[in-house]
């Protein structure tokens, strides 16, 4: 999952991000209103934190610039204001939630996988596909019952597969997806991560979960 955090306290929107890539998350961040809104027209992303009170430009103007392309999009307002004004028209203009400043990590961290297991589900909580199935709360996967111990990029790979199963996904858009701009798409990580990936769902499912559509890229539909 990619995140965007537009925040222009630094401390914040270090600690936030750090924090969310912990947890396993691509995170990318902008200083500022107008660059947040130039990263939302080149980039894709599956949740924005967003800040009112940016330079350049109020995070009110961008969450109506971002509403006029994407609609689907979650977006998280965050404020130092506690005024119900400010809740409302953010809420009108479109914005998912809001946090008030100060807030703990614990909770936006819980907004963040409310809003994406919303997005997602209209799917539901736990994905199945065959005899493995991924719980999007716990980002746990299990076969058979059994729960897998993968690392937290091989996590983040399964999530992406089952949130898009059924579809081809290319190599690309994995890289983009799981490492961000942190990693040259020419770079064997992807395939080093997703063969061992692959070996441990075969091993526990007893057949090959994810099929590697030469050329084009990987797909778990109930084919496989």
């Keep these: 999952m990619r995140l965007l955090i537009v925040e222009d306290e630094k401390q914040l929107q270090e600690s936030l991000a750090e924090g969310l890539r912990l947890s396993g998350y691509v995170v990318d961040t902008a200083d500022n209103g107008q660059e947040a809104e130039e990263m939302c027209f080149v980039e894709s ?4 934190v967003l800040d009112i009170n940016l330079p350049i430009m109020d995070g009110f103007s961008v969450l109506k610039k971002i509403r006029e392309r994407d609609k689907v999009v979650n977006i998280i307002m965050l404020t130092a204001r506690g005024d119900v004004e400010d809740r409302v028209l953010g809420l009108d203009l479109g914005a998912n939630d809001y946090i008030i ?73 994995i890289l983009d997806h799981v490492w961000g701009d942190s990693v040259d798409f020419l770079s064997s990580t992807v395939r080093v991560h997703m063969s061992a990936l692959r070996r441990k769902l075969k091993s526990a499912a007893g057949y090959g979960v994810i099929e590697n559509i030469i050329g084009e890229g990987y797909i778990i539909d109930e084919k496989s």
């Design 101 to 173: 400043k100060p807030f703990h990590f614990e909770e936006i961290e819980a907004r963040i996988r409310s809003l994406l297991r919303r997005k997602t589900i209209q799917q539901d909580e736990i994905i199945c596909c065959g005899e493995l199935c991924f719980d999007t709360n716990g980002r746990v996967a299990r076969v058979k019952d059994e729960e897998l111990k993968l690392t937290r990029k091989e996590t983040a790979i399964l999530e992406y597969l089952m949130l898009n199963k059924g579809r081809v996904v290319s190599q690309e858009e």
């Design 45 to 48: 992303y599956d949740l924005i």
